[in-house]
């Protein structure tokens, strides 16, 4: 019996103990931590979200490129909405009836207690016309924010635009502070640095009546936030040379961009056709849009950094610096014009070194070139020794930053393809016999003047030439050269060397002097010599079995002292001393002069058509 009474007494105290944690928890709940109290008061409190000012965007000379500007998204929250009187409400907002069940059935899908957007991008006046009337409609409230305003009608590839965030995003963990209608950067620059551009939000409670009439903050703001706005981006981007870049390729396809070697700041990024960003910005953007994704000429495609082409004839530099490198060829090695091997385009001097092959671009010089690179009788047969030189060749020719993403700052960049002896045991296995078809030099030699299975990008292609400029190393190519006030990201400042000794690239020079100032080179019409400006560069015609030709040059400027690397990459314009050439040559002197002499303004022609006798189409 004792025991019994010793265990009732113990049972007592627990539910004793019990009841006091409970006391004390209400207490806390209900008198110390006001969080509590704000819960119960939802139905008298609006939970207002600021979305802070999104960063700016400024070119290399502090010139504005995008700014904000303040526009009203009309909310609602479903579970707020009384005796809703759709056709009046539709007649106020001007919308039609089905977008109206369309928002609201999408709203109630993603929460019935947090608001979501039904008209967006709502301007000042529009606010004016509506905002007496919609408190005859609970549940709708008026939330402002800033909207990108875009300050040039250039450079659209490469800003990207922003957008009414989606579902499919949504579902994303790296979205998931992110609430239906607010914006987010769809592409481009406003994509890859959304985290620094966005800020933080802030959050504010206020009071309101039944007919959502503000009655002032709650608790004096003691559980507001503030926002805090994202941060600039200064980019290397010279606004004026994109501009006047944008003008050379009017009316055709192609790309054109020209990197700061010193640097990998990128100066200038074309792509041809290109559009307004305004375009994608505002009220019926999402048609705008539309219009644009099914434009046959494809204006929202990337070019300079999704297009990959065979690089042409510009493309023989680099097997020549391999072939030095191997020590298989001399700055003095003289092949013959032999075109049973392959075809010659022009009839030529005889290419008795380098500098003449390559100011002549002289096809049958350049297959004998690779020829030595890769048969180097490291096996007994012709297949196996073939296979072997060409993965030493592959290995080499990548460090160029070629056949790999250069790290850019844009999330779409593709890879291009240098190809290696598991792509050709690929391509020549027979399925039906299944079995591997051997493969030689013979098979491959379109390599060595840049035809072939070879891809490359736009942009790798400038790359190449500010390593070349650099004589053998080169920056990750980039556009944002600060953020805030801080200068060049770290990545950016890393110098990449190629597998080619410094040494050699001085021998490849004067060849590439020769072709746009030595008489009879093939890129005359990037010759800036009258200016007292010294241009090394290389053309290249691509061959295109859709039509004609494409036109390429690369180069870069002052030889000496390099300050500008340009590819150009115009589609369906022959060859490429006629319009790739001049267009490269119009955009040396425009950021090195600062202007293009007025006589040379006739030359924007032979970019726009390539040859006088024929205007080409595409």
Same mark, same amino acid.
């Given at each position: 019996?004792?025991?019994?009474?010793?265990?009732?007494?113990?049972?007592?105290?627990? *539910?004793?103990?019990?009841?006091?944690?409970?006391?004390?928890?209400?207490?806390?709940?209900?008198?110390?931590?006001?969080?509590?109290?704000?819960?119960?008061?939802?139905?008298?409190?609006?939970?207002?979200?600021?979305?802070?000012?999104?960063?700016?965007?400024?070119?290399?000379?502090?010139?504005?490129?995008?700014?904000?500007?303040?526009?009203?998204?009309?909310?609602?929250?479903?579970?707020?909405?009384?005796?809703?009187?759709?056709?009046?409400?539709?007649?106020?907002?001007?919308?039609?009836?089905?977008?109206?069940?369309?928002?609201?059935?999408?709203?109630?899908?993603?929460?019935?207690?947090?608001?979501?957007?039904?008209?967006?991008?709502?301007? /000042?006046?529009?606010?004016?016309?509506?905002?007496?009337?919609?408190?005859?409609?609970?549940? *709708?409230?008026?939330?402002?924010?800033?909207?990108?305003?875009?300050?040039?009608?250039?450079?659209?590839?490469?800003?990207?635009?922003?957008?009414?965030?989606?579902?499919?995003?949504?579902?994303?963990?790296?979205?998931?502070?992110?609430?239906?209608?607010?914006?987010?950067?769809?592409?481009?620059?406003?994509?890859?640095?959304?985290?620094?551009?966005?800020?933080?939000?802030?959050?504010?409670?206020?009071?309101?009546?039944?007919?959502?009439?503000?009655?002032?903050?709650?608790?004096?703001?003691?559980?507001?936030?503030?926002? $805090?706005?994202?941060?600039?981006?200064?980019?290397?981007?010279?606004?004026?040379?994109?501009?006047?870049?944008?003008?050379?390729?009017?009316?055709?396809?192609?790309?054109?961009?020209?990197?700061?070697?010193?640097?990998?700041?990128?100066?200038?990024?074309?792509?041809?056709?290109?559009?307004?960003?305004?375009?994608?910005?505002?009220?019926?953007?999402?048609?705008?849009?539309?219009?644009?994704?099914?434009?046959?000429?494809?204006?929202? *495609?990337?070019?300079?950094?999704?297009?990959?082409?065979?690089?042409?004839?510009?493309?023989?530099?680099?097997?020549?610096?391999?072939?030095?490198?191997?020590?298989?060829?001399?700055?003095? /090695?003289?092949?013959?014009?032999?075109?049973?091997?392959?075809?010659?385009?022009?009839?030529?001097?005889?290419?008795?070194?380098?500098?003449?092959?390559?100011?002549?671009?002289?096809?049958?010089?350049?297959?004998? $070139?690779?020829?030595?690179?890769?048969?180097?009788?490291?096996?007994?047969?012709?297949?196996?020794?073939?296979?072997?030189?060409?993965?030493?060749?592959?290995?080499?020719?990548?460090?160029?930053?070629?056949?790999?993403?250069?790290?850019?700052?844009?999330?779409?960049?593709?890879?291009?393809?240098?190809?290696?002896?598991?792509?050709?045991?690929?391509?020549?296995? %027979?399925?039906?016999?299944?079995?591997?078809?051997?493969?030689?030099?013979?098979?491959?030699?379109?390599?060595?003047?840049?035809?072939?299975?070879?891809?490359?990008?736009?942009?790798?292609?400038?790359?190449?030439?500010?390593?070349?400029?650099?004589?053998?190393?080169?920056?990750?190519?980039?556009?944002?050269?600060?953020?805030?006030?801080?200068?060049?990201?770290?990545?950016?400042?890393?110098?990449?060397? /190629?597998?080619?000794?410094? /040494?050699?690239?001085?021998?490849?020079?004067?060849?590439?002097?020769?072709?746009?100032?030595?008489?009879?080179?093939?890129?005359?019409?990037?010759?800036?010599?009258?200016?007292?400006?010294?241009?090394?560069?290389?053309?290249?015609?691509?061959?295109?079995?859709?039509?004609?030709?494409?036109?390429?040059?690369?180069?870069?400027?002052?030889? %000496?002292?390099?300050?500008?690397?340009?590819?150009?990459?115009?589609?369906?314009?022959?060859?490429?001393?006629?319009?790739?050439?001049?267009?490269?040559?119009?955009?040396?002197?425009?950021?090195?002069?600062?202007?293009?002499?007025?006589?040379?303004?006739?030359?924007?022609?032979?970019?726009?058509?390539?040859?006088?006798?024929?205007?080409?189409?595409?």
């Amino acid at each position: 019996m004792q025991y019994l009474e010793g265990r009732k007494y113990i049972v007592k105290g627990i *539910f004793l103990v019990v009841a006091l944690i409970f006391l004390t928890r209400l207490f806390f709940m209900q008198v110390l931590d006001g969080t509590y109290k704000l819960a119960a008061d939802r139905n008298t409190l609006q939970r207002l979200v600021q979305t802070p000012y999104r960063g700016l965007i400024y070119d290399r000379n502090n010139e504005l490129l995008v700014q904000n500007t303040p526009v009203y998204d009309l909310m609602v929250v479903p579970r707020e909405v009384k005796g809703l009187d759709s056709l009046r409400f539709c007649e106020l907002l001007q919308i039609p009836l089905e977008d109206l069940r369309e928002s609201l059935l999408a709203a109630k899908k993603y929460s019935r207690n947090k608001p979501s957007p039904v008209v967006q991008n709502l301007t /000042t006046p529009d606010l004016a016309a509506i905002s007496d009337r919609l408190g005859d409609f609970p549940g *709708f409230r008026i939330q402002a924010r800033m909207a990108r305003a875009y300050r040039t009608p250039n450079l659209a590839h490469a800003l990207g635009y922003v957008g009414a965030i989606t579902p499919a995003f949504l579902e994303k963990p790296k979205y998931a502070k992110y609430r239906p209608g607010e914006n987010v950067g769809i592409s481009g620059l406003e994509s890859y640095y959304e985290e620094t551009l966005m800020g933080r939000r802030g959050v504010q409670y206020k009071m309101v009546n039944v007919r959502g009439i503000e009655k002032g903050k709650f608790r004096d703001g003691e559980f507001d936030t503030l926002s $805090v706005a994202g941060q600039d981006l200064h980019l290397s981007i010279d606004a004026e040379l994109q501009a006047y870049g944008e003008q050379l390729l009017a009316g055709r396809r192609g790309s054109i961009v020209a990197i700061d070697p010193k640097t990998g700041e990128i100066l200038a990024f074309v792509s041809a056709p290109h559009y307004d960003p305004k375009l994608l910005s505002g009220k019926g953007s999402g048609n705008r849009y539309m219009a644009l994704l099914n434009d046959p000429n494809r204006p929202l *495609f990337d070019r300079p950094l999704m297009a990959t082409y065979p690089p042409g004839s510009v493309f023989k530099l680099v097997n020549e610096l391999v072939a030095l490198q191997l020590g298989v060829v001399t700055p003095n /090695t003289a092949f013959e014009c032999n075109q049973r091997l392959v075809r010659c385009t022009h009839r030529h001097e005889r290419p008795s070194n380098v500098s003449i092959a390559i100011k002549q671009s002289c096809n049958p010089y350049f297959y004998q $070139v690779m020829q030595a690179a890769v048969v180097r009788g490291q096996a007994p047969n012709k297949y196996d020794d073939a296979r072997i030189g060409l993965g030493q060749w592959q290995k080499m020719v990548k460090s160029f930053g070629l056949g790999e993403k250069l790290g850019v700052d844009m999330s779409q960049e593709k890879r291009g393809l240098i190809p290696s002896p598991e792509f050709y045991d690929k391509k020549f296995f %027979n399925k039906k016999e299944n079995r591997q078809h051997r493969w030689s030099y013979r098979n491959v030699y379109s390599l060595s003047i840049g035809q072939g299975e070879i891809g490359i990008t736009g942009l790798q292609m400038a790359n190449v030439l500010a390593t070349i400029a650099n004589r053998g190393y080169y920056y990750t190519p980039h556009f944002v050269r600060g953020i805030g006030n801080g200068g060049p990201l770290p990545q950016y400042r890393e110098r990449h060397y /190629t597998a080619i000794d410094t /040494t050699l690239f001085k021998h490849i020079i004067p060849g590439m002097m020769q072709v746009v100032d030595g008489n009879g080179g093939t890129g005359n019409l990037a010759s800036l010599a009258q200016f007292g400006i010294s241009v090394a560069g290389k053309t290249g015609t691509v061959q295109n079995p859709h039509g004609f030709d494409h036109a390429t040059f690369a180069g870069f400027a002052p030889v %000496n002292n390099p300050r500008i690397a340009i590819s150009v990459f115009i589609e369906n314009s022959g060859f490429g001393g006629t319009s790739a050439a001049p267009a490269a040559g119009l955009m040396i002197e425009k950021y090195l002069r600062g202007k293009v002499a007025p006589h040379r303004k006739n030359w924007e022609d032979w970019v726009m058509y390539g040859d006088f006798t024929k205007k080409l189409k595409y």
